[in-house]
C-alpha cells in the first residue's frame, strides 16, 4: 500500500464543541476541495485542491464528496445482529426473549470468530472505524473481537462481560475464574496494536457485589483500562436496581460505590438520571454514550441530552445494536434529533456529528489520535456521497446554506452514500458496483 496518499474532497471535521442549537459556529472546520494528505497511516496536513500534491503521493481524486473523520461509535453489542429487529418487548423481557438466547451460541469458537468477522466488516460499511463493544460472557467472544479488529488496524474497546447472576446457566460465570480471565485478556490484549480493554460489567443486576468490587479492583489494578455498562436505561431496570442494592442512593451510585466511576468510564443510556448522578458524571468524568434508536424501539424513554451537559456531563453517541435496529451513525444521528424534539429541543447537525466523532474521540481520552484531521491523528476516514437517490440528490441542489445541506444529508443518507472507508490509511471497505466489498 502507498506510504503517501492524497485524497481530494470536500473536508469537514471540528476543532472544539459545538454550542447548543448553534447552527453557524467556530467550532465547526469546513474546507470545500482540499487534498487530505495521509503518510504512513496518519494525517500529514492539508492544502487548496488547486494545489497538487508533490509528485510521488498516490492520489484520489473526490471532488464532490464529503470527506468525514470515521464515525466512533461508544456502545454496540457484537453478538445482537442475531436479534436486530426483534418484536414486542421492553428491556427486561428483550434480554430473556432475544439477547441470552443469541449471546450463547458465542461459547463456539467458531461462531465466535464468524461473528466477529461479520460484526467488523458491518461496522466499516457504515462507516464507523472506532467503537466500544460489548461481546458475551465467554473470553473466546472477547479474543475473537481482538483479533479481527487487531487485523484491521482499527481501534477497538472491548472485555469479557461480567455476569454471576440473574442470568441463564451458560451464561454465567463467577467471581475467581472471571478474574482469571479478565487478567488474561488484559496481558494479551490491552494495548496490542489499537486494541484496548474495557471492564465490562452487563448492569448491576447482573453482578453480585462481590463481582462489582472485583471489576473496581481490576480498574484499579491497570491503569488504562476502560469501563462499560449500562445504568437507569429503564424505569422498570430502575426499581429493580434499588431492590437489590439498599444501601445504594442511586443505580448510578451502586457504580461509583464499587470503584467504576472514572474518566474512562462509558456508561450508555443514562434515561433516568437525577440532578445527583449527573453531578457524579461530571465530577468522574464518565461519559454518556446516548442510545437513542435503541431507546425508541424498546420504549425506554427520552434521555435529556441538554441537561446532562450543562451538568457537566460528556455524551456521545452510539447505535446499541440490536436493541437498536442499524449500525448506521447517521440512523442514530437522526433518532437523536427525533428524541431532543420529543422534549422541545433541537439538535443540530453539528452537535450530532461532533458527538460521533472529536467529541467521542474526547470523551474516550483518544482526542490526540482520532476524530479529526489534526496532523499527526491516525487516519481513520470516510468518503462519503453527498446524495444516492434523486429526491436527495434535488435536495441538495436546492439546500441553503451548510447546515441545511448537511443536516439533510444526514436525514438523507444511508450506507449506499459510502464511498470508501479508511483505517490509518489503507482501504477496509470500497463500494463496488453499487455494493459494499470489503478489502481483502
Given at each position: ?6 485524497l ?9 464543541t459545538p ?6 459556529t ?6 470545500p476541495d ?30 464532490g464528496?464529503?470527506i468525514l473523520?470515521?464515525?466512533?461509535d461508544?456502545?454496540?453489542h ?14 427486561l ?13 458465542f ?5 465466535a ?8 466488516d ?6 464507523t ?13 472477547a479474543?475473537?473481537?481482538f ?7 482499527m481501534r477497538l ?10 442470568a441463564?446457566?451458560?451464561?454465567r460465570d463467577?467471581v ?7 487478567i ?7 494495548g496490542?496494536?489499537r ?10 443486576p ?7 468490587a472485583?471489576?473496581g479492583?481490576?480498574?484499579?489494578a491497570?491503569?488504562?483500562?476502560y469501563m ?16 437489590l442494592?439498599?444501601e445504594?442512593r ?7 460505590r464499587?470503584?467504576?466511576m ?13 440532578d445527583?448522578d449527573?453531578a ?5 468524568g464518565?461519559?454518556i454514550?446516548?442510545s ?13 441530552w441538554r ?7 460528556a455524551?456521545?453517541?452510539a447505535?446499541?445494536?440490536?436493541g437498536g435496529?442499524s449500525?448506521?451513525m ?5 433518532d437523536?434529533?427525533k428524541?431532543q ?10 452537535k ?9 474521540a ?6 490526540d489520535?482520532?476524530?479529526a ?8 476516514l ?11 440528490e434535488?435536495r441538495?441542489a436546492v ?5 441545511e445541506k448537511?443536516f ?5 443518507a444511508?450506507d ?10 489503507l ?5 463496488r458496483?453499487?455494493?459494499?466489498a470489503?478489502?481483502?
Amino acid at each position: 500500500m502507498p506510504r503517501r496518499l492524497a485524497l481530494r474532497g470536500d473536508l469537514l471535521d471540528f476543532t472544539a464543541t459545538p454550542e447548543w442549537g448553534a447552527v453557524d459556529t467556530p467550532a465547526l472546520r469546513w474546507r470545500p476541495d482540499h487534498w487530505l494528505l495521509v503518510e504512513d497511516g496518519r494525517v500529514a496536513g492539508v492544502q487548496p485542491g488547486h494545489q497538487p500534491p508533490p509528485e510521488g503521493w498516490q492520489q484520489h481524486d473526490h471532488r464532490g464528496r464529503l470527506i468525514l473523520p470515521g464515525f466512533i461509535d461508544t456502545h454496540v453489542h457484537s453478538p445482537q445482529l442475531d436479534v436486530i429487529g426483534s418484536y414486542g418487548t421492553e428491556l427486561l423481557d428483550w434480554l430473556n426473549t432475544y439477547t441470552f438466547p443469541a449471546e450463547s451460541r458465542f461459547a463456539d469458537r467458531a461462531e465466535a470468530e464468524a461473528g466477529a468477522a461479520r460484526f467488523v466488516d458491518a461496522l466499516l460499511a457504515q462507516g464507523t472505524t472506532t467503537a466500544v463493544v460489548f461481546p458475551t460472557v465467554h473470553k473466546v467472544s472477547a479474543e475473537a473481537l481482538f483479533a479481527e479488529a487487531h487485523r484491521r488496524g482499527m481501534r477497538l474497546v472491548t472485555g469479557k462481560v461480567l455476569m454471576d447472576r440473574h442470568a441463564p446457566d451458560n451464561l454465567r460465570d463467577d467471581v475467581v475464574q472471571a478474574e482469571r480471565d479478565c487478567i488474561d485478556l488484559i496481558e494479551r490484549w490491552h494495548g496490542r496494536g489499537r486494541l484496548s480493554y474495557a471492564v465490562t460489567v452487563r448492569f448491576a443486576p447482573t453482578s453480585t457485589p462481590e463481582q462489582l468490587a472485583m471489576a473496581g479492583a481490576l480498574c484499579a489494578a491497570y491503569p488504562g483500562l476502560y469501563m462499560q455498562t449500562h445504568v437507569a436505561e429503564n424505569r422498570d431496570e430502575v426499581r429493580w436496581v434499588h431492590e437489590l442494592f439498599p444501601e445504594a442512593r442511586s443505580y448510578l451510585d451502586v457504580y461509583a460505590r464499587a470503584g467504576l466511576m472514572n474518566e474512562r468510564s462509558v456508561l450508555a443510556h443514562g434515561i433516568w438520571l437525577d440532578d445527583g448522578d449527573r453531578a457524579a458524571l461530571r465530577a468522574s468524568g464518565a461519559q454518556i454514550a446516548h442510545s437513542p434508536s435503541s431507546n425508541l424501539f424498546l420504549g425506554s424513554g427520552l434521555f435529556d441530552w441538554r441537561a446532562t451537559e450543562a451538568a457537566g456531563g460528556a455524551v456521545s453517541l452510539a447505535t446499541d445494536v440490536g436493541g437498536g435496529t442499524s449500525l448506521s451513525m447517521l440512523r442514530t444521528m437522526l433518532d437523536a434529533y427525533k428524541v431532543q424534539a420529543m422534549q422541545g429541543q433541537r439538535l443540530t447537525a453539528w452537535k450530532a456529528l461532533h458527538a460521533a466523532t472529536l467529541g467521542a474521540a474526547q470523551a474516550l481520552g483518544l482526542g490526540d489520535e482520532i476524530g479529526a484531521f489534526e496532523p499527526g491523528r491516525a487516519a481513520d476516514l470516510c468518503v462519503w456521497d453527498w446524495a444516492a437517490d434523486p429526491v436527495a440528490e434535488r435536495r441538495m441542489a436546492v439546500a441553503q446554506g451548510l447546515h441545511e445541506k448537511v443536516f439533510a444529508w444526514i436525514t438523507l443518507a444511508d450506507d449506499r452514500n459510502l464511498a470508501a472507508a479508511y483505517v490509518q490509511g489503507l482501504p477496509q471497505y470500497e463500494r463496488r458496483g453499487g455494493a459494499m466489498a470489503a478489502v481483502p
